[in-house]
């Protein structure tokens, strides 16, 4: 990637951070693995509590809280299913999962839980979704910020429904961590699920908080290393670079905020100019992620375009094999299957400047134009 | 690039040939997963990854391009309904004309491209005034039978860079380059179909009703399962109780599809001299003749001599020789020499 390319996908992974790197660098010639018992291995533990630390206050939870995990979504699947085991052993049978999760959550509809609706905004319907929990409820799970359009969603109502019968709530903060307030202590959650490379940190490492009186069950075998929960040898040096891309997020966090908005209100004034319609406006929303739908286009031809001029966005939702499936999620907010087809997603970071917003605003209307001439159906 | 070799190495030649090249995979089913096919050739998400692969290390940027509807549309239903109708189509063909140098070339043109390139063995040979289609200089690999049905628009937006090169000679050079594919295997199978079980797939579609199998004069010899698990000119797996009078073998001479009915007869009655062929395409211009040249049947078929000629919006090819196995819903691709000339799909023979 040359340094005349514009990367607006930080939504899907941002660069790393110098502090991370250094950090891997300086952590990864620690020899010993954390569990061994001589002086390496005692070194070795040291480092890796000290990153559990560092992490457990950049997302404001006590250090016995974080397992580190593989990613979000292996965090996402110890919630979820992990702790649907363990509350089904406590005689609890349903789950509830927002329509608009990750995969990594979404998934568990295929094991039986039930979905809580969005309203045509992208938040989660509070009322019809509050109306769902009963007794019966074990985990309901609803992301922080969705990953597609960046809907800052309404946690505290389910959450409080959740608790008052006893049904531990999970938030996927995997959008959140860096890019809005985030504490899993003030948030009252009972897990919470964090990644390292959405804040400039490696990719291979991620986080579940877990509050000490919720026992998710194992979803994998092995040494049980992680509070009983995860398997698998610490990881000394990514624990460590993720704990450093995440305080330094955090510690950014104010004053990149304002900044962030200044570049996303300038995209969002781009792309309305260009006839997009800004799906991410009328809730509230992190100021990291415009998701835009242009009418009469096929997103995978303006994603191509911007492309060959060097702008990197993103269509958002998952492909398969390389191809575009619909997004589960603007289907979800009622978008029709062709809106979501149209539909981009630029997302912001910390390497993110003015310049790339010049850039897109240099190639952003041809390259409509062309999508729109070249597509057949319009 | 289907992940195969010989798109890789065409889109080697191109960038070396100085060209601004983007890889393009197509995919062709909604589910990624049917087509799996190991190392058996296309479609398959290994084979978009092996593609991509390949344009990684040619330094050229790499997309998958969702045909999967057009393709169900244009192709897979066609090969079904050709079937259903008693015909034998050859979908390869069926799909460079209406996807790969249509749909692709359309969409490849609007996004500012100016030719879509692939791994086919053939020429194009631009003769000042017109692009001619010429066959490969490798036999074997030949592969202007399935191109045949290119128009002189199409052809002028078509490059071919393996054209003359064998396919030995092919290998060498994606090892040559650091291309994961060098060694990959050939292949040969409908794409849809990756198990080759073609009889199953149509079943599937077509069901598995008992029909009588009877002689030209219509007496019952016995039963099948299904109209569509044969084709004109088959002799195996017909399973008749009743031997033939003469003691020869039979063959299959009709299909009858409305009532579900097999004809056989001898080899004799399956020989003919005279096809008549429906929505000819020419790769340059029509030609009305007649005009002496020769008529290609099948896709790794000898081409044999014939007088052709257009007659009332049909192409008529009136063989030196009989020949055997000639279906309708094939393909008749003419050529004069090495040049492709034009190709009609086979409405009738006698």
């Given at each position: 990637m040359s340094a005349a390319n514009t990367y607006l996908d930080h939504a899907a992974t941002s660069p790393m951070r110098q502090v991370a790197i250094e950090a891997l660098n300086r952590h990864l010639s620690i020899v010993g693995n954390p569990s061994a018992l001589h002086v390496a291995g005692q070194r070795a533990r040291r480092a890796l509590e000290e990153a559990r630390e560092q992490l457990a206050a950049a997302v404001g939870a006590h250090p016995t809280e974080v397992v580190f995990t593989s990613g979000g979504s292996e965090a996402d699947s110890i919630a979820v299913v992990g702790g649907m085991r363990a509350q089904e052993a406590a005689g609890r049978s349903r789950c509830l999962v927002s329509a608009i999760e990750h995969p990594a959550v979404l998934g568990m509809t295929e094991r039986g839980a039930e979905t809580l609706p969005v309203t045509h905004d992208g938040a989660v319907d509070v009322e019809r979704a509050v109306a769902l929990v009963d007794g019966d409820v074990g985990v309901v799970s609803v992301m922080a910020v969705n990953n597609e359009t960046g809907i800052v969603q309404p946690l505290e109502p389910i959450r409080r429904a959740a608790r008052a019968v006893g049904a531990w709530f999970h938030t996927d903060a995997v959008q959140a961590l860096g890019h809005v307030p985030l504490s899993f202590r003030d948030g009252g959650f009972d897990l919470m699920s964090v990644s390292a490379h959405k804040v400039g940190g490696p990719v291979g490492v991620g986080a579940l908080a877990v509050r000490r009186s919720v026992r998710p069950g194992a979803i994998g075998l092995g040494g049980g290393q992680e509070r009983e929960v995860r398997s698998g040898t610490g990881m000394v040096a990514l624990a460590a670079s993720f704990a450093a891309a995440a305080e330094q997020a955090v510690a950014e966090l104010e004053a990149e905020t304002l900044r962030l908005r200044g570049l996303q209100q300038r995209v969002v004034d781009l792309v309305s100019g260009c006839g997009g319609a800004v799906n991410t406006i009328r809730a509230e929303h992190a100021p990291h992620i415009v998701n835009v739908t242009f009418p009469g286009l096929r997103a995978d031809d303006l994603l191509f375009l911007l492309d060959q001029r060097g702008v990197y966005a993103s269509v958002g939702s998952a492909c398969r094999a390389g191809v575009h499936q619909p997004s589960e999620v603007l289907l979800a907010m009622g978008r029709s299957a062709d809106e979501a087809a149209a539909t981009l997603r630029f997302s912001l970071g910390h390497t993110s400047t003015g310049a790339d917003v010049d850039r897109l605003a240099e190639v952003l209307p041809g390259s409509v134009a062309r999508a729109r001439a070249a597509n057949p159906s319009a | 690039m289907s992940g195969g070799v010989d798109s890789a190495?065409?889109?080697?030649?191109?960038?070396?040939?100085?060209?601004?090249?983007?890889?393009?995979?197509?995919?062709?089913?909604?589910?990624?997963?049917?087509?799996?096919?190991?190392?058996?050739?296309?479609?398959?998400?290994?084979?978009?990854?092996?593609?991509?692969?390949?344009?990684?290390?040619?330094?050229?940027?790499?997309?998958?391009?969702?045909?999967?509807?057009?393709?169900?549309?244009?192709?897979?239903?066609?090969?079904?309904?050709?079937?259903?109708?008693?015909?034998?189509?050859?979908?390869?063909?069926?799909?460079?004309?209406?996807?790969?140098?249509?749909?692709?070339?359309?969409?490849?043109?609007?996004?500012?491209?100016?030719?879509?390139?692939?791994?086919?063995?053939?020429?194009?040979?631009?003769?000042?005034?017109?692009?001619?289609?010429?066959?490969?200089?490798?036999?074997?690999?030949?592969?202007?039978?399935?191109?045949?049905?290119?128009?002189?628009?199409?052809?002028?937006?078509?490059?071919?860079?393996?054209?003359?090169?064998?396919?030995?000679?092919?290998?060498?050079?994606?090892?040559?380059?650091?291309?994961?594919?060098?060694?990959?295997?050939?292949?040969?199978?409908?794409?849809?179909?990756?198990?080759?079980?073609?009889?199953?797939?149509?079943?599937?579609?077509?069901?598995?009703?008992?029909?009588?199998?009877?002689?030209?004069?219509?007496?019952?010899?016995?039963?099948?399962?299904?109209?569509?698990?044969?084709?004109?000119?088959?002799?195996?797996?017909?399973?008749?109780?009743?031997?033939?009078?003469?003691?020869?073998?039979?063959?299959?001479?009709?299909?009858?599809?409305?009532?579900?009915?097999?004809?056989?007869?001898?080899?004799?009655?399956?020989?003919?001299?005279?096809?008549?062929?429906?929505?000819?395409?020419?790769?340059?211009?029509?030609?009305?003749?007649?005009?002496?040249?020769?008529?290609?049947?099948?896709?790794?078929?000898?081409?044999?001599?014939?007088?052709?000629?257009?007659?009332?919006?049909?192409?008529?090819?009136?063989?030196?020789?009989?020949?055997?196995?000639?279906?309708?819903?094939?393909?008749?691709?003419?050529?004069?020499?090495?040049?492709?000339?034009g190709s009609a799909t086979l409405a009738e023979s006698h």
């Open positions: - | 190495v065409a889109a080697a030649r191109m960038v070396a040939q100085g060209h601004e090249v983007t890889g393009v995979h197509l995919a062709l089913s909604k589910n990624p997963q049917s087509y799996r096919t190991g190392a058996r050739g296309c479609c398959s998400i290994e084979d978009s990854h092996d593609a991509r692969r390949a344009a990684d290390v040619l330094d050229i940027p790499f997309y998958v391009w969702d045909f999967a509807e057009e393709f169900q549309e244009q192709v897979v239903d066609d090969f079904v309904a050709e079937y259903r109708a008693g015909r034998t189509p050859n979908p390869c063909l069926r799909c460079n004309e209406k996807i790969k140098f249509a749909a692709v070339l359309d969409r490849g043109i609007a996004l500012g491209f100016d030719a879509v390139a692939t791994g086919h063995y053939a020429r194009v040979v631009d003769n000042g005034s017109e692009v001619e289609l010429h066959r490969a200089v490798d036999p074997d690999k030949d592969q202007s039978y399935v191109l045949g049905v290119l128009n002189q628009t199409q052809l002028r937006h078509s490059l071919f860079p393996l054209a003359d090169t064998p396919k030995t000679q092919v290998r060498e050079e994606a090892a040559r380059l650091g291309l994961s594919v060098a060694k990959k295997p050939d292949s040969h199978d409908i794409c849809f179909i990756p198990d080759g079980d073609t009889q199953g797939f149509l079943s599937r579609y077509l069901g598995t009703d008992e029909g009588d199998i009877v002689d030209a004069d219509g007496v019952k010899l016995g039963i099948h399962h299904g109209s569509h698990n044969f084709t004109v000119g088959q002799r195996k797996g017909l399973d008749l109780k009743i031997p033939a009078p003469d003691g020869n073998p039979r063959y299959v001479l009709k299909i009858e599809p409305v009532n579900n009915t097999v004809v056989v007869g001898s080899r004799e009655q399956l020989a003919v001299s005279i096809l008549r062929g429906i929505r000819p395409t020419w790769t340059q211009h029509p030609v009305e003749g007649p005009w002496r040249g020769q008529a290609q049947y099948r896709a790794h078929g000898t081409p044999v001599d014939a007088t052709i000629s257009l007659q009332a919006g049909e192409l008529v090819v009136e063989l030196d020789e009989p020949a055997t196995g000639i279906a309708p819903g094939q393909s008749v691709v003419v050529f004069d020499g090495d040049r492709v000339v």
